[in-house]
């Protein structure tokens, strides 16, 4: 296998590394004196400790392996610990509404009352809500979303607002980083794909005056960190290269999410927004969150 091929390879150069290093006039010199059959012999002269010159030089492919097991090693830990959780009880909120009946709200803040749109702002607003809930979950016709031609909803606003040219969310980071064992181990950027494979999208159903349930399907997510291993002044020796990089992924397919959502809303804010921004699509995201308690 490759793993198996990986690791012999290293072994390999770990072992030819150590011999090249190993300082053999040293030990050719005293071979006669600890030799019993040879006239030379002194017994008393104790044989000494292999000496090597330098230090071991890792090439990229040995780094990249130290790190593959170091990868390997972290998620057998995660299995392990996700399997030991499985075997005990855990205490975790899944009624939809615990959200809502642990919400406490500011006697002098009115909140948006979800249940009762048509009483507050008329008949407009839980008709411009279930054009949302309709545009999400229905398929549409577009250019390039997809091969067929159609796409969900829920994928065309999601690649508008929040999705690069790639269909990928990126996240960069200047400055976040870790100093271990002689080296400096910094992310650079996280990237999340296949947030636009949604296949299902019945979203924002309202099930309490500010909770929605929400059921979605993806076809597969991957996310992927880009890291930069830097080797410190004390590591500098045992690394051909300044530096190296290194690329983790990790990817799910068929995933399906089933989860509430509390949204309390400020109706002094959202009575601000103008009823042109609800009925554009791509717009009523931002402006909804502008009124956000």
């Known amino acids: 296998s490759a793993l198996r091929l990986h690791a012999v390879s290293f072994l390999e150069e770990i072992v030819w590394s150590y011999w090249d290093r190993l300082e053999t006039d040293h030990l050719l010199a005293e071979a006669p004196l600890s030799c019993p059959h040879h006239p030379r012999y002194n017994e008393s002269v104790t044989p000494s400790d292999f000496v090597f010159s330098g230090s071991t030089a890792l090439t990229r492919r040995a780094t990249e392996t130290v790190a593959m097991f170091g990868v390997i090693a972290i998620e057998v830990a995660l299995v392990v610990t996700a399997k030991s959780h499985l075997l005990r009880p855990v205490d975790l909120p899944t009624d939809p509404l ?47 979303s997809s091969t067929t031609g159609i796409d969900l909803g829920a994928n065309i606003l999601v690649r508008n607002l929040f999705l690069d040219s790639s269909g990928v969310f990126a996240l960069t980071f200047d400055d976040l980083f870790v100093e271990e064992l002689g080296l400096r181990i910094s992310l650079g950027k996280i990237e999340i794909h296949g947030l636009d494979s949604m296949t299902k999208a019945d979203t924002f159903n309202i099930i309490a005056p500010q909770t929605f349930k929400h059921h979605i399907k993806f076809e597969s997510l991957s996310v992927k960190a880009y890291f930069n291993i830097l080797p410190l002044a004390s590591m500098m020796k045992l690394f051909h290269n300044d530096s190296e990089s290194l690329v983790l992924t990790f990817g799910m397919k068929n995933i399906e999410l089933d989860f509430a959502s509390l949204i309390a809303f400020d109706m002094d804010r959202v009575s601000e927004i103008e009823l042109g921004a609800l009925l554009e699509i791509e717009r009523i995201i931002p402006c909804l969150f502008s009124g956000i308690h």
């Open 98 to 144: 615990s959200g809502q009946l642990s919400l406490e709200i500011p006697s002098s803040t009115r909140i948006l009352d979800w249940t009762s749109l048509e009483a507050n702002f008329g008949e407009w607003a839980s008709t411009a809500l279930d054009s949302v809930r309709k545009y999400l979950g229905q398929t549409t016709e577009v250019n390039k």
